[in-house]
C-alpha cells in the first residue's frame, strides 16, 4: 500500500529529531543505505575546475582519495565514525586548500562535495539518508547549488520537450551551498532543465534518462568557467553510490570587432544569425548555443552573404569562449580564448591583456606602471593577473610599450575594476593609433 507523501514526510521529520543529538545537520535522518551498524561510509566529488586532480587526507598524512580528476565521483568508502580531519590539496600540492573537521555519524553514508575554484575553493559534507519511502511511480530527489555565482535557481524534470513556460519547477529557489528537501519526481526519461529563479532562461540542459522506482537522488549544480551557465552531476542515494556528470548541452560565446572592414559585422553560427551589427571596437554580449564544433562565420553588415571569415570553434560544455575579430577586410584573422568567468579570490579582480592590432608585433603590459607582461605579441592574449580591488571599484592605469623598448604605444588611464569580476583588455586598430576596449565578461 503507498504511503501518502505528508504521513512520509512527517516520518522524516520524527527520524530527524530523533537522530538530531548524533547529526550536525540533517535534510530527512537515519542510517545510510548501505554503511554497516559500526562503520561510516563517504564518497568525495571534485567539482573544482582549475585543479587537474585532488587529494583528500582524513587526519593522517595518507591519502583517503589520489588523483581524483575534476568532475569525478567515487563510491562509497568505508571509514570510522567521530570527528575527522579533512584535507584535501589539488594537483599533488603540499599545502592543503582544505583543512577541516567535521563529525561523522555512526552507520550513516556521506558525500563530501569538493567545489568552487581553487583560490577559492570550499566544501560541503551532504548526509546521504534512506529514510524517506517515495510511493510508486516517483522518486525523491533534492538538489545542492554550489555553482560559484549562481546565487539561486530552479530545477526541472519533465519529459523530453516540455514547454517550461507553461509548467512549473519540481524545485523551486535551491540557494547557493544549502541542500534543497528531498521532492518527488514521476519516473520516466527525463530532460533535466535549470533557470534562475524565478526566470524561464536555460542555464542548464541535458537528457539525463531514467530514475529508478522508489530510488532516492540528488542533483549536484557546479560551475565550469561560465558566469550563467552550469553543469550538474546525478548522484545515486543506493548501496553504491553510484552517479556521473551529465554535461550541459549549452555553451556562450562572444565576439569583439577590431577589423578595419569598415562596416559593422555580421556573425553567423552553423549558418543561423546569432550577432548583427558589431561595430569596431564593440564587444557583444554573450550568446547562448549548442556545445560542440560549431562553424562561425563572419560578414560585413554593408555586404550580406560574402564571407570575410570562416572558423570552427570548439564550445565546451558550461563554459564562455570569447573570439577576436581583427585585420582588414580580405585578410581576417580571429583569437579564440576561453574565459574564466568564476569569481575571482577575495578582494581580486581578474584582469587579461589582448594584443588584437593587426601590426602592433608585441607589447609589453605595465599596470600602475609595474610590468606585469612582457611581449604579449600580435593576436595572442596574456595569462590572466589577479589584481587588489575591492567591492566599489579601485581604479588602474594600463600602459602599453612597444616590446622591449621604452616607446608607449597606448595608455589607458583612470580604469576601474570590481572585486569579484573578470575583464579583458583588448588593444585594437593600428600600431599608428591604437585603441583600448575595456570588456567586463562576468
Same mark, same amino acid.
Given at each position: ?6 504521513? *512520509? ?6 527520524? @530527524?529529531?530523533?537522530? %538530531?543529538?548524533?547529526? %550536525?545537520? @540533517? ?7 548501505? %554503511? ?94 534512506? +529514510? ?95 558566469? *550563467? ?29 577590431? +577589423? ?33 564544433? *560549431? ?148
Amino acid at each position: 500500500m503507498e504511503i501518502p507523501i505528508i504521513l *512520509r514526510r512527517l516520518l522524516t521529520v520524527l527520524v @530527524c529529531l530523533v537522530g %538530531a543529538a548524533l547529526l %550536525a545537520s @540533517c535534510n530527512g535522518g537515519g542510517q545510510g543505505v548501505g %554503511a554497516t551498524p559500526i562503520l561510516t561510509r563517504i564518497r568525495v566529488i571534485n567539482l573544482v575546475p582549475n585543479a587537474l586532480s585532488i587529494q583528500v587526507q582524513l587526519d593522517t598524512d595518507q591519502p583517503f582519495v589520489a588523483g581524483l580528476a575534476f568532475e569525478q565521483v567515487t563510491q562509497y568508502l568505508e571509514v570510522d565514525p567521530g570527528t575527522r580531519e579533512f584535507k584535501v590539496s589539488a594537483d599533488g600540492g603540499q599545502t592543503n586548500i582544505i583543512d577541516v573537521s567535521l563529525p561523522l555519524a555512526k552507520a550513516t553514508d556521506y558525500t563530501f562535495v569538493v567545489y568552487g575554484p581553487v583560490e577559492a575553493v570550499s566544501q560541503s559534507l551532504m548526509l546521504d539518508i534512506n +529514510t524517506l519511502i517515495p510511493n510508486g511511480g516517483t522518486f525523491d530527489v533534492r538538489v545542492l547549488n554550489v555553482a560559484t555565482g549562481i546565487q539561486a535557481v530552479d530545477v526541472y524534470l519533465t519529459q523530453p520537450g516540455v514547454d517550461l513556460s507553461v509548467t512549473g519547477p519540481n524545485i523551486s529557489d535551491a540557494s547557493f551551498s544549502i541542500p534543497t528537501g528531498f521532492f518527488p519526481v514521476d519516473v520516466g526519461n527525463l530532460e533535466l532543465r535549470i533557470t534562475p529563479h524565478s526566470s524561464k532562461e536555460v542555464i542548464y540542459d541535458a537528457q539525463v534518462g531514467a530514475f529508478a522506482d522508489k530510488s532516492l537522488a540528488e542533483i549536484i549544480l557546479f560551475g565550469k568557467g561560465s558566469a *550563467r551557465l552550469v553543469n550538474a552531476a546525478v548522484l545515486n542515494i543506493d548501496s553504491a553510490g553510484t552517479g556521473q556528470v551529465y554535461p550541459n548541452t549549452l555553451a556562450e560565446f562572444k565576439v569583439l570587432n577590431g +577589423t578595419s572592414v569598415g562596416a559593422p559585422l555580421n556573425v553567423f553560427v552553423d549558418g543561423a544569425l546569432a550577432l548583427a551589427n558589431v561595430p569596431f571596437a564593440g564587444v557583444s554580449n554573450y550568446q547562448t548555443v549548442p556545445t560542440g564544433t *560549431r562553424t562561425i562565420t563572419v560578414e560585413s553588415a554593408a555586404s550580406p552573404g560574402a564571407t570575410l571569415l570562416s572558423l570552427m570553434v570548439d564550445l565546451p560544455p558550461a563554459t564562455d569562449t570569447s573570439i577576436a575579430v581583427s585585420g582588414p577586410a580580405g585578410a581576417l584573422r580571429s583569437l579564440v580564448l576561453q574565459d574564466d568567468n568564476l569569481p575571482s579570490a577575495a578582494n581580486r579582480a581578474r584582469v587579461r591583456f589582448v594584443n588584437a592590432s593587426p601590426d602592433l608585433a608585441a607589447m609589453d603590459v605595465y599596470v600602475n606602471f609595474a610590468k606585469e607582461f612582457t611581449n604579449v605579441a600580435s593576436n595572442t592574449a596574456s595569462p590572466y593577473a589577479e589584481l587588489v580591488a575591492d567591492a566599489t571599484g579601485t581604479v588602474y592605469e594600463f600602459d602599453f610599450n612597444v616590446a622591449g623598448t621604452t616607446t608607449p604605444a597606448l595608455m589607458l588611464p583612470g580604469v576601474t575594476l570590481l572585486a569579484g569580476k573578470t575583464y579583458t583588455v583588448y588593444v585594437v586598430g593600428p600600431a599608428a593609433s591604437p585603441q583600448g576596449v575595456v570588456s567586463q565578461d562576468d
